[in-house]
C-alpha cells in the first residue's frame, strides 16, 4: 500500500508505509526510547507514533526529518 506525503504543495513523495513503519519502530526501541518519548521530541503524541509504526498514517517532510535527528539516523535509513 502506497500513500502520498505532502511536505509543500508541490513535493510528493511515495512512500511504502509498511517500511517506513518498520524502521521507525527499529530505530525508537534501538535508542530505547518509548513512543511517548519519542512523540513527545518530535511534537506528535503517542498514539500518532503508534499509527505511524503500524502503518495507518504517513508522515511529512518536517516530521520525517525531526524523527531523523531524534532517532539519529537518515531519511534514507526510514524510507529505504
Same mark, same amino acid.
Given at each position: 500500500?502506497?500513500?502520498?506525503?505532502? *511536505? *509543500?504543495?508541490?513535493?510528493?513523495? !511515495? /512512500?511504502?508505509?509498511?517500511? @517506513?513503519?518498520?524502521?521507525?519502530? +527499529? &530505530?525508537?526501541?534501538?535508542?530505547? %526510547?518509548? +513512543?511517548?518519548? %519519542?512523540?513527545? *521530541? /518530535?511534537? @506528535?503524541? $503517542?498514539? !500518532?507514533?503508534?499509527? %505511524?509504526? $503500524?502503518?495507518?498514517?504517513?508522515?511529512?517532510?518536517?516530521? @520525517?526529518?525531526? %524523527? =531523523?535527528? /531524534?532517532?539519529? =539516523?537518515? *531519511?534514507?535509513?526510514?524510507? &529505504?
Amino acid at each position: 500500500m502506497k500513500r502520498r506525503i505532502r *511536505a *509543500a504543495r508541490t513535493i510528493k513523495i !511515495q /512512500v511504502e508505509l509498511p517500511i @517506513l513503519a518498520v524502521r521507525i519502530r +527499529q &530505530y525508537r526501541e534501538r535508542r530505547l %526510547l518509548t +513512543q511517548e518519548e %519519542l512523540g513527545e *521530541a /518530535v511534537g @506528535l503524541t $503517542r498514539v !500518532q507514533i503508534s499509527n %505511524l509504526e $503500524r502503518g495507518r498514517h504517513g508522515t511529512n517532510i518536517k516530521t @520525517l526529518m525531526d %524523527l =531523523c535527528d /531524534v532517532l539519529d =539516523c537518515t *531519511a534514507d535509513d526510514l524510507l &529505504y
